[in-house]
């Protein structure tokens, strides 16, 4: 496995796979690996014969009171761990390879209505910097198939609209959420959480669930859901932005007819901020 920071390096490497006829796959992640990353890296190579890992921690996606100067950098970590599955490169590029003219003046790609709600509205700007570096990292590498965590629900399906909305030949793939065992999703925020907080995190799965439970049983009274569901977590010490039911396929309110449902949720837990969500189909 190779580790490349140069574009001219990586577009070496990727011209001799592409004249062998090989197909790429990208896994853009912004490192602090962790079994999701890894269940990702996976999915990418049983759709392609090569995959590439991007590793960037993306300053035009962080708000100024957001977490990038603390945000966990760990290439080394992520390297050996990287070696001992299905990858085949790393990219860990510079700011100024992504952004040669800096990023106060760096080209801004904007997908609207998606990304007006849930965390486009928390954290204003986030979803401008999410597509305008996919979209670099998608022009740098040219992959034919690229692959994203279920997770960031809402950000997929922005990916998904702008590669639509372009015309961007690439299959974008998402991967199931990877959870610890009791239920709580694996991210790299999670070790902001205290021991305390650990215990308590679960809470936001089992309450996704058992709404879930309730939209299977015949329950479609989603005001009452989302406002029940919101005070619960309050009441055991989530500071909760969101908790909503809506259409999966592009997060509207959805009516009583709807047979495809993603439920979603945001909230902070001290410095953590947990993001979840889960599909619900009829």
Same mark, same amino acid.
């Given at each position: 496995?190779?580790?490349? #920071?140069?574009?001219?390096?990586?577009?070496?490497?990727?011209?001799?796979?592409?004249?062998?006829?090989?197909?790429?796959?990208?896994?853009?992640?912004?490192?602090?690996?962790?079994?999701? *990353?890894?269940?990702?890296?996976?999915?990418?190579? +049983?759709?392609?014969?090569?995959?590439?890992?991007?590793?960037?921690? #993306?300053?035009?996606? @962080?708000?100024? =009171? +957001?977490?990038?100067?603390?945000?966990?950098?760990?290439?080394?970590?992520?390297?050996?761990?990287?070696?001992?599955?299905?990858?085949?490169?790393? @990219?860990?590029?510079?700011?100024?390879?992504?952004?040669?003219?800096?990023?106060?003046?760096?080209?801004?790609?904007?997908?609207?209505?998606?990304? +007006?709600?849930?965390?486009?509205?928390?954290?204003?700007? *986030?979803?401008?910097?999410?597509?305008?570096?996919?979209?670099?990292?998608?022009?740098?590498?040219?992959?034919?198939?690229?692959?994203?965590?279920?997770?960031?629900?809402?950000?997929?399906?922005?990916?998904?609209?702008?590669?639509?909305?372009?015309?961007?030949?690439?299959?974008?793939i998402t991967g199931e959420t990877v959870r610890d065992d009791d239920g709580?999703?694996?991210?790299?925020?999670?070790?902001?959480?205290? =021991?305390?907080?650990?215990?308590?995190?679960?809470?936001?799965?089992?309450?996704?669930?058992?709404?879930?439970?309730?939209?299977?049983?015949?329950?479609?009274?989603?005001?009452?859901?989302?406002?029940?569901?919101?005070?619960?977590?309050?009441?055991?010490?989530?500071?909760?932005?969101?908790?909503?039911?809506?259409?999966?396929?592009?997060?509207?309110?959805?009516?009583?007819?709807?047979?495809?449902?993603?439920?979603?949720?945001?909230?902070?837990?001290?410095?953590?901020?947990?993001?979840?969500?889960?599909?619900?189909?009829?």
């Amino acid at each position: 496995m190779k580790v490349v #920071n140069s574009k001219e390096e990586l577009n070496e490497q990727l011209a001799e796979w592409r004249d062998e006829g090989e197909h790429i796959a990208l896994v853009p992640t912004m490192g602090n690996l962790h079994a999701g *990353h890894v269940s990702l890296v996976e999915l990418a190579r +049983e759709n392609a014969e090569r995959v590439v890992v991007s590793i960037f921690v #993306n300053p035009t996606q @962080f708000g100024k =009171d +957001e977490d990038f100067e603390q945000y966990p950098r760990t290439l080394e970590k992520d390297t050996r761990r990287l070696k001992t599955i299905s990858a085949d490169l790393i @990219f860990a590029p510079a700011v100024e390879t992504i952004y040669p003219f800096g990023v106060e003046d760096a080209t801004m790609i904007s997908v609207p209505r998606i990304t +007006e709600n849930f965390c486009g509205k928390s954290r204003p700007g *986030h979803f401008d910097g999410v597509t305008s570096v996919v979209a670099r990292l998608f022009g740098i590498v040219r992959p034919d198939v690229a692959v994203f965590g279920q997770k960031d629900f809402q950000q997929q399906l922005v990916i998904r609209h702008m590669a639509l909305d372009l015309c961007l030949p690439i299959k974008i793939i998402t991967g199931e959420t990877v959870r610890d065992d009791d239920g709580l999703a694996l991210s790299s925020r999670n070790q902001y959480l205290t =021991d305390d907080e650990r215990a308590i995190a679960p809470l936001l799965y089992e309450v996704l669930v058992a709404v879930g439970d309730k939209l299977q049983s015949g329950a479609r009274n989603f005001d009452e859901l989302e406002a029940a569901s919101a005070r619960q977590l309050s009441e055991a010490g989530f500071d909760v932005d969101y908790f909503a039911i809506r259409r999966a396929l592009n997060l509207e309110s959805p009516d009583r007819d709807c047979d495809e449902l993603v439920i979603l949720v945001a909230a902070k837990l001290g410095n953590a901020r947990l993001i979840d969500n889960l599909i619900v189909t009829i």
